[in-house]
């Protein structure tokens, strides 16, 4: 818990009770919701996932095998449906919508999905959707436990992060793996804590899996090494740079046993490029970047924005290490301070390439909840900065609102509502650079 959190107060019973009701039927309603969906994303992850086990499945991330493989599985769909459109329709609306595969995840990914497959669309969609609401539901109530929030708050956190976060509920609607992300990122930050050697190798080697799973993660263990190095803590490094190696290489060589060879990562590996140029996807279809945003106005900023980005938090991370080095020298502990700052850097690592990488669509900001949690952690009676609060508060408004989507779905509206969620996360990532000052250490 962090240091400048008052003593929990004594809360009736009942009332922790109804909390945890209330987030229990949160889950069972996440968990209805999501089965009305074909599940456009799941889809392509579980096809592709099976579609490496196929004979002569080829070289699934090439322009011609996507197209092949979408055919192929569309004809399969339409097979099922054995002359009516009751049986199997979910899985052909996905396979219509997704005729043509888009391949640009990580053979990791891919092997999880495919590792987990029964065969059988929707019987394997609502597993892994339910899953998902129950890893994420759990990932926020030990979020908000670990910066602070006492078990009703955190419960009633998880029930506002569950049922009332468009970036959430878009992820269930298409089936991504944004909740997977934050009940990796509150795992390994659960495993990070205290002075345990078994606890750090085991955080890094978490994000080493996730960081596989979802490259988009690699800020996390960026500006947790800066941290590190900032504080000239080498033998946690030196443990973190291990455990991260350790999954890592567990990731790829299950993933290459999968796919049949190593050659799967070379040819994902080429598809980087047209992933991190200029994606086709505008901002009219729901595309939220900052990047895009300025790309629009003319104001192409190429890798220059991101880079900008990671500088600033790669110097807020080695700031955070001389400041946890210099409290770890003074009178009293630290450990509370540290842990707090590591989960700072892990939603500031998460939050980054939503501002500068060219796409984001609305279900990535689910990994907003990390840095949300932190920023709108409980304050002690000593803290009377409330400017930073309610702007935190604002921000996460706004994003949860999806920028106010309510507005009609003209070209001008939906322009505004993308410029209104970038600001959000830009407000959120300033907020997170900014050290706290508290009584008897620094955050």
């Not at 107060?9 to 009332?15: F, K, R």
């Not at 955190?154 to 934050?182: E, I, K, Q, T, Y």
Request: net charge positive; charged share 15%; hydrophobic share 55%.
């Amino acid at each position: 818990m962090s240091t400048d959190t008052p003593p929990p107060a004594s809360t009736p019973l009942g009332l922790r009770l109804l909390a945890l009701l209330a987030l229990v039927l949160a889950v069972g309603q996440a968990s209805s919701y999501g089965r009305q969906f074909a599940g456009i994303d799941f889809y392509q992850f579980w096809a592709t996932g099976r579609a490496a086990h196929q004979p002569g499945a080829g070289d699934l991330w090439t322009d011609a095998q996507r197209e092949r493989h979408g055919a192929r599985l569309l004809a399969e769909a339409r097979a099922e449906l054995d002359g009516t459109r009751r049986r199997g329709s979910r899985r052909l609306a996905a396979a219509e919508e997704r005729a043509v595969l888009e391949t640009y995840s990580t053979p990791w990914l891919y092997t999880l999905f495919g590792v987990t497959s029964s065969g059988a669309y929707g019987r394997d969609a609502n597993r892994t959707h339910d899953a998902g609401v129950l890893a994420y539901a759990a990932a926020v109530l030990l979020l908000a436990r670990l910066v602070g929030f006492s078990w009703l708050g955190a419960c009633l956190a998880g029930v506002a992060l569950l049922s009332a976060f468009g970036p959430v509920v878009s992820d269930m609607r298409v089936g991504n793996v944004g909740r997977f992300l934050v009940a990796g990122l509150a795992l390994a930050a659960w495993l990070g804590r205290g002075a345990s050697a078994a606890r750090h190798l085991s955080a890094a080697a978490v994000l080493g899996l996730f960081v596989l799973f979802k490259p988009t993660l690699a800020f996390v263990p960026f500006a947790l090494t800066l941290a590190r190095c900032g504080a000239r803590d080498w033998r946690r490094l030196g443990l973190e740079a291990a455990g991260f190696s350790l999954g890592a290489g567990l990731a790829v060589g299950l993933s290459s046993a999968w796919f049949g060879g190593a050659a799967a990562w070379a040819s994902w590996a080429r598809t980087l490029p047209q992933l991190m140029g200029e994606y086709p996807h505008e901002v009219t279809q729901g595309n939220v970047s900052l990047a895009r945003l300025l790309a629009d106005l003319g104001l192409a900023t190429g890798p220059f924005l991101i880079l900008l980005l990671a500088a600033g938090l790669g110097y807020a991370a080695w700031k955070s290490g001389v400041r946890s080095a210099r409290a770890a020298a003074g009178p009293g502990a630290a450990g509370a301070a540290d842990e707090l700052a590591d989960l700072r850097l892990i939603g500031l690592g998460a939050v980054l390439p939503l501002i500068g990488a060219q796409l984001a669509w609305i279900h990535y900001l689910v990994a907003a909840v990390p840095l949300v949690l932190v920023l709108l952690r409980p304050r002690g009676a000593a803290a009377p900065r409330s400017a930073p609060l309610l702007a935190a508060a604002l921000a996460t408004y706004v994003i949860a609102t999806e920028g106010l989507r309510s507005a009609p779905a003209w070209h001008d509206a939906r322009v505004a509502a993308a410029w209104l969620i970038a600001l959000a996360l830009v407000t959120l990532f300033g907020l997170g650079l900014v050290p706290e000052k508290r009584s008897g250490s620094s955050a």
